[in-house]
Protein backbone atom coordinates (compact mmCIF):
# COMPACT_ATOMS: atom_id res chain seq x y z
CA UNK A 1 0.00 0.00 0.00
CA UNK A 2 1.63 3.37 -1.23
CA UNK A 3 1.86 6.76 0.88
CA UNK A 4 -1.17 8.38 -1.40
CA UNK A 5 -3.65 5.26 -0.64
CA UNK A 6 -2.68 5.23 3.35
CA UNK A 7 -3.58 9.11 3.47
CA UNK A 8 -6.62 8.59 2.07
CA UNK A 9 -7.90 6.35 4.81
CA UNK A 10 -6.39 9.12 6.84
CA UNK A 11 -8.58 11.63 6.29
CA UNK A 12 -11.14 9.15 6.52
CA UNK A 13 -10.53 7.93 9.90
CA UNK A 14 -8.15 10.74 11.80
CA UNK A 15 -10.20 13.90 12.56
CA UNK A 16 -7.88 15.94 14.42
CA UNK A 17 -6.52 13.45 16.77
CA UNK A 18 -9.10 11.84 16.92
CA UNK A 19 -10.16 8.19 15.18
CA UNK A 20 -13.90 8.07 14.27
CA UNK A 21 -15.57 8.23 17.60
CA UNK A 22 -13.40 6.09 19.35
CA UNK A 23 -12.38 6.90 22.81
CA UNK A 24 -8.79 6.20 23.64
CA UNK A 25 -9.51 3.09 25.84
CA UNK A 26 -11.90 1.99 23.33
CA UNK A 27 -9.42 2.63 20.26
CA UNK A 28 -6.65 0.30 22.23
CA UNK A 29 -9.26 -2.33 22.66
CA UNK A 30 -10.34 -1.94 18.88
CA UNK A 31 -6.88 -2.24 17.61
CA UNK A 32 -5.62 -5.10 19.64
CA UNK A 33 -8.41 -7.02 18.80
CA UNK A 34 -7.83 -6.35 14.84
CA UNK A 35 -3.61 -6.76 15.10
CA UNK A 36 -2.90 -7.51 18.62
CA UNK A 37 -1.50 -4.18 19.16
CA UNK A 38 -2.82 -1.74 21.38
CA UNK A 39 -1.97 1.40 19.46
CA UNK A 40 -2.35 4.33 22.15
CA UNK A 41 -0.67 2.43 24.78
CA UNK A 42 2.08 1.21 22.32
CA UNK A 43 3.55 5.04 20.90
CA UNK A 44 1.62 7.33 23.61
CA UNK A 45 0.42 9.58 21.08
CA UNK A 46 -3.44 10.41 20.39
CA UNK A 47 -4.95 8.33 18.50
CA UNK A 48 -4.44 9.40 15.28
CA UNK A 49 -1.31 9.74 15.36
CA UNK A 50 -0.48 6.47 16.79
CA UNK A 51 -2.88 5.33 13.90
CA UNK A 52 -0.36 7.06 11.49
CA UNK A 53 2.85 5.97 13.36
CA UNK A 54 1.51 2.00 13.37
CA UNK A 55 0.30 2.73 9.56
CA UNK A 56 3.97 4.29 8.13
CA UNK A 57 5.78 1.20 10.32
CA UNK A 58 3.76 -1.75 9.76
CA UNK A 59 3.66 -4.62 6.84
CA UNK A 60 1.09 -4.12 4.02
CA UNK A 61 -0.93 -6.86 5.50
CA UNK A 62 -1.28 -5.35 9.20
CA UNK A 63 -2.21 -1.98 7.74
CA UNK A 64 -4.75 -3.67 5.54
CA UNK A 65 -6.19 -5.40 8.12
CA UNK A 66 -6.61 -2.26 9.95
CA UNK A 67 -7.75 -0.40 7.63
CA UNK A 68 -10.40 -2.92 6.53
CA UNK A 69 -11.66 -3.75 10.26
CA UNK A 70 -12.13 0.53 10.91
CA UNK A 71 -13.89 0.81 7.13
CA UNK A 72 -16.11 -2.13 8.82
CA UNK A 73 -16.69 -0.31 11.59
CA UNK A 74 -17.40 3.01 9.81
CA UNK A 75 -19.81 1.74 7.50
CA UNK A 76 -21.97 0.04 10.58
CA UNK A 77 -21.83 2.99 12.84
CA UNK A 78 -20.93 5.68 11.91
CA UNK A 79 -21.20 6.23 7.97
CA UNK A 80 -25.23 6.81 7.82
CA UNK A 81 -24.50 9.74 10.22
CA UNK A 82 -26.11 13.30 8.89
CA UNK A 83 -22.89 15.00 9.33
CA UNK A 84 -21.26 12.31 6.97
CA UNK A 85 -22.35 13.42 3.91
CA UNK A 86 -19.15 14.91 3.17
CA UNK A 87 -16.94 12.03 3.80
CA UNK A 88 -19.05 9.42 1.27
CA UNK A 89 -16.62 10.63 -1.86
CA UNK A 90 -13.45 9.95 0.70
CA UNK A 91 -14.97 6.50 1.82
CA UNK A 92 -16.04 5.70 -1.77
CA UNK A 93 -11.81 6.01 -2.43
CA UNK A 94 -10.66 3.98 0.34
CA UNK A 95 -13.30 1.29 -0.33
CA UNK A 96 -11.94 0.97 -3.64
CA UNK A 97 -8.47 0.73 -2.57
CA UNK A 98 -9.42 -2.54 -0.41
CA UNK A 99 -11.22 -3.70 -3.50
CA UNK A 100 -8.02 -3.28 -5.31
CA UNK A 101 -6.02 -4.65 -3.31
CA UNK A 102 -7.72 -7.67 -2.86
CA UNK A 103 -8.34 -8.51 -6.20
CA UNK A 104 -4.38 -8.60 -6.71
CA UNK A 105 -4.38 -10.59 -3.64
CA UNK A 106 -6.75 -12.81 -4.85
CA UNK A 107 -5.01 -13.02 -8.46
CA UNK A 108 -1.24 -13.54 -6.83
CA UNK A 109 -2.21 -16.81 -4.61
CA UNK A 110 -4.54 -17.72 -7.79
CA UNK A 111 -0.76 -18.00 -9.96
CA UNK A 112 0.75 -19.62 -7.05
CA UNK A 113 -1.41 -22.10 -6.77
CA UNK A 114 -1.34 -23.30 -10.60
CA UNK A 115 2.10 -22.55 -10.00
CA UNK A 116 2.22 -25.32 -7.40
CA UNK A 117 -0.47 -27.58 -9.14
CA UNK A 118 1.75 -27.93 -12.29
CA UNK A 119 5.08 -28.54 -10.18
CA UNK A 120 3.24 -31.42 -8.42
CA UNK A 121 1.56 -32.84 -12.20
CA UNK A 122 5.59 -32.23 -13.50
CA UNK A 123 6.73 -34.53 -10.63
CA UNK A 124 3.81 -37.16 -10.97
CA UNK A 125 4.72 -37.80 -14.82
CA UNK A 126 8.74 -37.74 -14.18
CA UNK A 127 7.77 -40.31 -11.35
CA UNK A 128 5.57 -42.92 -13.99
CA UNK A 129 8.65 -42.02 -16.72
CA UNK A 130 11.21 -43.24 -14.52
CA UNK A 131 8.99 -46.30 -13.23
CA UNK A 132 7.54 -47.83 -16.57
CA UNK A 133 9.76 -48.31 -19.16
CA UNK A 134 7.77 -49.54 -22.25
CA UNK A 135 9.64 -50.38 -25.65
CA UNK A 136 13.03 -50.80 -23.86
CA UNK A 137 13.60 -54.80 -24.82
CA UNK A 138 9.47 -55.14 -24.01
CA UNK A 139 10.34 -54.59 -20.27
CA UNK A 140 8.25 -52.87 -17.43
CA UNK A 141 10.68 -53.11 -14.43
CA UNK A 142 9.49 -51.53 -10.82
CA UNK A 143 6.03 -50.50 -12.14
CA UNK A 144 3.75 -49.68 -9.17
CA UNK A 145 0.30 -51.49 -9.64
CA UNK A 146 -1.90 -50.83 -6.53
CA UNK A 147 0.80 -50.40 -3.72
CA UNK A 148 2.36 -53.48 -5.39
CA UNK A 149 5.92 -53.43 -7.28
CA UNK A 150 5.35 -56.11 -10.17
CA UNK A 151 8.18 -57.02 -12.12
CA UNK A 152 7.54 -58.35 -15.93
CA UNK A 153 10.32 -59.92 -18.00
CA UNK A 154 9.38 -60.88 -21.46
CA UNK A 155 11.26 -64.23 -23.00
CA UNK A 156 14.87 -62.96 -24.55
CA UNK A 157 14.69 -63.12 -28.33
CA UNK A 158 17.00 -65.74 -29.67
CA UNK A 159 19.42 -65.41 -32.50
CA UNK A 160 17.56 -68.16 -34.13
CA UNK A 161 13.96 -65.92 -33.44
CA UNK A 162 15.80 -62.73 -35.00
CA UNK A 163 17.21 -64.54 -37.92
CA UNK A 164 15.52 -67.67 -38.60
CA UNK A 165 16.89 -68.00 -42.61
CA UNK A 166 20.63 -67.76 -41.65
CA UNK A 167 20.13 -70.03 -38.74
CA UNK A 168 18.54 -72.74 -41.25
CA UNK A 169 21.21 -72.43 -43.47
CA UNK A 170 23.70 -72.73 -40.76
CA UNK A 171 22.53 -76.20 -39.73
CA UNK A 172 22.13 -77.46 -43.14
CA UNK A 173 25.29 -76.80 -43.77
CA UNK A 174 26.21 -78.63 -40.12
CA UNK A 175 24.25 -81.65 -41.56
CA UNK A 176 25.61 -81.78 -44.68
CA UNK A 177 28.79 -81.91 -43.49
CA UNK A 178 28.24 -84.71 -40.90
CA UNK A 179 26.12 -87.30 -43.82
CA UNK A 180 29.39 -86.15 -45.79
CA UNK A 181 31.89 -87.64 -43.80
CA UNK A 182 29.83 -90.84 -42.94
CA UNK A 183 29.47 -91.36 -46.68
CA UNK A 184 33.39 -90.78 -46.85
CA UNK A 185 33.67 -93.16 -43.95
CA UNK A 186 31.95 -95.86 -45.97
CA UNK A 187 33.48 -95.36 -48.89
CA UNK A 188 37.05 -96.28 -48.02
CA UNK A 189 35.63 -99.56 -45.84
CA UNK A 190 34.90 -100.05 -49.35
CA UNK A 191 38.23 -99.09 -50.63
CA UNK A 192 39.86 -101.56 -47.86
CA UNK A 193 38.19 -104.40 -48.89
CA UNK A 194 38.90 -104.37 -52.33
CA UNK A 195 42.64 -104.10 -51.59
CA UNK A 196 42.50 -107.16 -49.31
CA UNK A 197 40.60 -109.04 -52.19
CA UNK A 198 44.11 -108.56 -54.62
CA UNK A 199 46.27 -109.71 -52.10
CA UNK A 200 44.74 -112.42 -50.45
CA UNK A 201 42.12 -113.36 -53.20
Not at 45 to 70: I, M, P, T
Not at 174 to 193: D, M, N, Q, T, Y
Request: charged share 25%.
Amino acid sequence: MNQTQKECFFHLFNRRGYVLDFSTEGFDRFTQESIGVPLCKKFGLSKGKSLEAFCWDASDEDVLKLFNDLLEYYELNIKDLPNEVEYIPLYNKCKKVIVDIKMKTDSHTCIDNSSKQKKIEKAEVTYIDNSIHIGNNNQIRDTDINGTKTSINEEKTTFANKHPIITGLIVSGIAGLVVGFLFLFSFWKEIVKWIEGLFYG
